[in-house]
Nanobody, 126 residues
């Protein structure tokens, strides 16, 4: 049984930095491709950032490119989303996801991910 749990959300002013964490418990091998998605108020859930299972490739949504960074710790059980220069439009529920597809590319579709966290709220005030 694989379980993902996000932490680190909160309410912050625009321009600040916030780092979300996602802890994987249960099975961690073979390595997962990891992703972060978000659902903004009144919108569908959307891809934010992804890390390939080889950890050699990353990909970001245009709206966060240059501000957000996805990474994984050496234990392979926790990965992060560092969010810099936050904007009010970044307000959303953020979800981490793990995918088991045998590919070295970054997974960007929700359907490619098998495991999801419960979500953590990030609210950015102007």
């Amino acid at each position: 049984q694989v379980h993902l749990a996000e932490s680190g959300g909160g309410s912050v002013p625009a321009g600040t930095t916030l780092t979300l964490s996602c802890t994987i418990t249960g099975r961690t091998y073979p390595p997962f491709a990891m992703g972060w998605f978000r659902q903004r108020p009144g919108n569908e859930r959307e891809f934010v950032a992804g890390l390939s299972r080889t950890e050699l490739s990353t990909r970001y949504a245009d709206s966060v490119k240059g501000r957000f960074a996805i990474s994984k710790d050496n234990t392979k059980t926790t990965f992060f989303l560092q969010m810099r220069r936050l904007k009010p439009e970044d307000t959303a529920v953020y979800y981490c996801a793990g995918g088991l597809l045998i590919t070295n590319t970054v997974l960007v579709r929700e359907d490619d991910y098998s495991y999801w966290g419960q979500g953590t709220q990030v609210s950015v005030s102007s």
